[in-house]
């Protein structure tokens, strides 16, 4: 999303708002820009912006499989809620299951439990629905298929962007203020010099989908630089 701004009255100071919010989904390593503000000739823009962002950190818990009674046993992690959706995967695919097919989780003990077709067959724990595990696998785990965001953090960003005929610059370190930490996120400022845009990007480490939410604030500060 691109703040772009009128020359028609160069002289007058202008003041712009954006609000956006996006997913980064799982994977993605390369910076992505979640907002680009687009910086006249021979102007200056002073913005500041708010980033709030989140991770989706699902739960994982190492298992074995007992193909004989379907039994799956936690041997690290947590054993997984009842009703809750997970995906089984492992280094060998137990077969009988498939890696990105959600089961529903029927709890027999604190640390083993069964999966199901659908939610309703797992309520019940009915056999109809229960998924017929024929061999152990390896590296299996058990991954909750529904995670919610967590470890969020909050980034205040200070910065001035100048475009002038030797292009586009970032004037001086921006000053990037963070509260909580967030794991493998970066969030910075870069200049895209082809195009005339300063730009707020998210660099995350790929393993998990990162969640944010801007509010920006930018006006330009000079009409000749």
């Keep these: 999303m691109t703040l772009d ?42 913005f500041n912006a708010r980033v709030k962002v989140s991770c989706d950190l699902p739960d994982v818990a190492q298992v074995t499989i007992d193909p004989a009674t379907n039994i799956i046993t936690v041997t690290s992690g947590n054993r997984p809620m009842p009703g809750q959706a997970v995906f089984i995967a492992g280094t060998t695919q137990p077969a009988g299951t498939v890696a990105t097919t959600p089961y529903y989780v029927a709890v027999l003990s604190a640390t083993t439990f069964k999966v199901f077709s659908t939610r309703q067959y797992a309520s019940t724990a009915d ?50 203020v963070k509260f909580s930490d967030v794991a493998s996120i970066v969030v910075d400022v870069a200049g895209d010099d082809p195009t005339g845009k300063a730009m707020i990007v998210i660099t995350s480490d790929g393993t998990r989908a990162v969640r944010y939410e801007t509010i920006v604030q930018a006006s330009v500060e000079s009409a000749k630089v």
């Design 5 to 46: 701004y009128s020359l028609a009255t160069p002289l007058m100071p202008k003041c712009q708002y954006l609000s956006a919010s996006g997913v980064i989904p799982v994977g993605v390593v390369t910076p992505t820009a979640i907002f680009s503000i687009a910086v006249p000739m021979n102007t200056m823009v002073l």
């Design 127 to 176: 056999p109809a629905g229960e998924i017929d595990i024929t061999s152990a696998g390896a590296g299996v785990t058990s991954t909750d298929a529904a995670p919610v965001a967590v470890d969020q953090g909050i980034y205040l960003i200070k910065s001035v962007a100048r475009n002038r005929r030797d292009g586009l610059s970032i004037l001086g370190p921006s000053d990037i």
